[in-house]
């Protein structure tokens, strides 16, 4: 065995609603929408279901019926596995951890073959129910919970400070948004495809200050399978891949926000995953030729950008305003269209910054193709980025 990690296949649901709500006649059941996803992604992958050594599962969300999702789904499945079955939780990190769990099984010689895949329903639970199960992930419930702090009211702070620090504007920051809708507008399993203008960006209604209704991400569901395999697996199906080139991990002993003053929106878990990420690479940040990010909101989106070395600091947003990381710009960035636009499965979000590497570095990304796409850069967040998953990806063909 090489024990170096590939992907060689993926599949996708559209993202978008497909919860029922519980009293409905009807239920689109989450372990059939999943079956179907493994099926497919294995076809995609050139392998045969018997190959199959390891399946990591992101944990699905606690509105799902079914409980010990992924022992169940083997047994649905009907597959044997000598490597290993779990489920993994890492509040928005879910899905990058579990991709780290089906590489690791690989990488330590346990399976030749795994699956990294799950699926998040929760567009049909109550706002309210859902809300309440937010605000008490956001920091201490003894503390921050009562005051009603959400994760979107820490990202509007730090957009509030960005825009003040960097004399930059909301104009700046909503030009985000506009290129991700347009970037989703080429993609079929985006969310939201609809064209949008700056103009129509800024007369949404706030949500949080200065963060508007298209600044923000939807709820929506989603699911997604991805087929991992050691490099030797991976040449002799004959069929182009990406390889895992580095990989980047840091988490800052924060609790989604850190009470220790710091600087806010420097991002330094994305700082120090990306200078790991890169090193073992053997590249550099301006060697990437596009890049999909965990950015919730468009400031996300600017200070990881930053973060990474795709822009200078205090220059993430301008870049964004001047097309830079539009299609045909220096540096595309969510080329899928980003949680605003494509769509934000909470769970299962990082699983689809794969899916969309996957499709550019086999050049199959159509409308959205960067051209000569070669090295990529996914990355995936805990909290207000006090933890980062930075993986470096590489075409083989």
Known sequence: MSQT????????????????????PTQKLEHEVLADLVIE???????????????TF????????????????????????????????????????????ASNDI??????????????????????????????TTGDVDFHTPFGFTPISWYAMDAARYIHEFKSSR???????????????LNPIAQFRKLISLEDVLAQPLIVEP??????????????????????VARAVGRPYVRIKGRGFFHEGAHQINEVPNDMIALVAAQTAGRTAFAEAGVSPDEIDLAEVYAPCTIVEVLV???????????????????????????????????????????????YSFVEILDQLRHRAD????????????CAELGNYNAALVHVLEAVH
Not at 321 to 326: F, K, M, N, P, S
């Open 41 to 55: 992604a294995m076809q995609d992958a050139g392998l045969d279901r018997r190959e199959i050594g390891s399946l």
């Open 211 to 232: 963060l508007g209704l298209y600044e923000v991400p939807p709820r929506s569901d989603g699911a997604v399978c991805l087929v991992l395999a050691d490099e030797d």
């Open 58 to 101: 992101s944990l699905p969300r606690p509105y799902t019926q079914q409980k010990y999702f992924g022992t169940f789904m083997a047994n649905y499945l009907r597959l044997p596995c000598a490597g290993s079955v779990s489920e993994i939780m890492g509040n928005g990190m879910t899905a990058g951890l579990a991709f780290e769990g």
């Open 367 to 378: 409308e959205r193709q960067v051209a000569n796409a070669r090295l990529a850069l996914t």
């Open 171 to 185: 104009e700046e920051l909503a030009s985000v948004a506009v290129k991700n809708r347009f970037h989703a507008s």
């Open 5 to 24: 990690v590939t992907i060689l296949g993926a599949a996708a649901l559209r993202v978008g609603k497909w919860q029922a709500a519980p009293d409905a």
């Open 305 to 351: 950008s930053e973060a990474l070395g795709f822009a200078p600091r205090g220059r993430g947003a301008g870049m964004a305003r001047d097309g830079e990381t539009t299609l045909g710009g220096r540096i595309p960035i969510c080329t899928s269209g980003g949680l605003q636009s494509r769509g934000h499965p909470a769970y299962v979000t990082p699983f």
């Open 107 to 136: 990488r330590l010689g346990r399976s030749r073959v795994a699956l990294a895949l799950g699926v998040n329903f929760e567009t049909a639970i109550s706002a309210t129910e859902h809300m309440m199960s937010s605000m008490r």
